[in-house]
Antibody, heavy 120, light 114 residues
Framework: QVQLQESGPGLVKPSETLSLICSVSGDSVDSYYWNWIRQPAGKPLEWIGRFYSGGATDYNPSLKSRVTMSIDTSKNQFLLSLSSVTAADTAVYYC??????????????WGRGTMVTVSS | DIVMTQSPDSLAVSLGERATINCKSSQSVLYSSYNKNYLAWYQQKPGQPPKLLIYWASTRESGVPDRFSGSGSGTDFTLTISSLQAEDVAVYYCQQYYNTRPLTFGGGTKVEIK
C-alpha cells in the first residue's frame, strides 16, 4: 500500500525559503510523477508542480521562478523548495502521486497534507 | 491557463435524491486524436486530502461507488451523485489535464444535506 507523508516547518518567515519533504512508502520515488499541490484555507486547490522519474520537472508558471523540486532516492523522499515566501503562500501543502499507465495526469494517492503559515 | 469554472458554489440535496455538479472549461479539453476528455473529479471531505473519483471525464476510479458518474465532452462536464448518502457530504473539484502547464482545478462545489 502506497503512503505519502509530508513534513516540514509549520511556520516560515516572510522572504525566507519554505522547504518540505514528502516521504514515500510502498513505492519507489524514482518512478512515476510526484506532485506538490497546495490549498489556502477555504480556497481551491493549486498545482505547484511535479517531478518526473528521470529528473525532469514541470512547474506552475505562476510559481516557476521560486520553486525547486527534487528527489532523494536514498531516503525515498520527494522535496519542495519555495523561495521568497509571503503571506500568500500560507496553505496546506499536499504531495500526490500521478499514477502510471494511460497518460491521465491525475492524482490517485495523496498525503494528509502539512499546514504552512508564513508570518513574522 | 485553462480556467475551470464550477457551478453551483454549493447545493443542498435531500438524502436519496440526485445531486448534479457542473464544470466548464475555458477551452476544450477533448483530445480529438484519442477521443478522450482530459477531465477528472475529486471529492474532499473536511480535514482530508482530495480523493480521485473519476478520470477521462467518465471512468470511475477503482472502489468508487457507482452512484457517482461523470459525463460531458469538450468544455462542459457534469458529476452526478444519483442517490445522495450522508457520507457524500464534501467539496467536489474538477481538474483538467489537457494542458499540463499548468494543471488546473475548479473552484469547488460544496454538497450538503437538505
Amino acid at each position: 500500500q502506497v503512503q505519502l507523508q509530508e513534513s516540514g516547518p509549520g511556520l516560515v518567515k516572510p522572504s525566507e525559503t519554505l522547504s518540505l519533504i514528502c516521504s514515500v512508502s510502498g513505492d519507489s520515488v524514482d518512478s512515476y510523477y510526484w506532485n506538490w499541490i497546495r490549498q489556502p484555507a477555504g480556497k481551491p486547490l493549486e498545482w505547484i508542480g511535479r517531478f518526473y522519474s528521470g529528473g525532469a520537472t514541470d512547474y506552475n508558471p505562476s510559481l516557476k521562478s521560486r520553486v525547486t523540486m527534487s528527489i532523494d532516492t536514498s531516503k525515498n523522499q520527494f522535496l519542495l523548495s519555495l523561495s521568497s515566501v509571503t503571506a500568500a503562500d500560507t496553505a496546506v501543502y499536499y504531495c500526490a502521486r500521478d499514477p502510471p499507465g494511460d497518460g491521465a495526469d491525475v492524482f490517485d494517492i495523496w498525503g494528509r497534507g502539512t499546514m504552512v503559515t508564513v508570518s513574522s | 491557463d485553462i480556467v475551470m469554472t464550477q457551478s453551483p458554489d454549493s447545493l443542498a440535496v435531500s438524502l436519496g435524491e440526485r445531486a448534479t455538479i457542473n464544470c466548464k472549461s475555458s477551452q476544450s479539453v477533448l483530445y480529438s486524436s484519442y477521443n478522450k476528455n482530459y477531465l477528472a473529479w475529486y471529492q474532499q471531505k473536511p480535514g482530508q486530502p482530495p480523493k480521485l473519483l473519476i478520470y477521462w471525464a467518465s471512468t470511475r476510479e477503482s472502489g468508487v461507488p457507482d452512484r457517482f458518474s461523470g459525463s460531458g465532452s469538450g468544455t462542459d462536464f457534469t458529476l452526478t451523485i444519483s442517490s445522495l448518502q450522508a457520507e457524500d457530504v464534501a467539496v467536489y473539484y474538477c481538474q483538467q489535464y489537457y494542458n499540463t502547464r499548468p494543471l488546473t482545478f475548479g473552484g469547488g462545489t460544496k454538497v450538503e444535506i437538505k
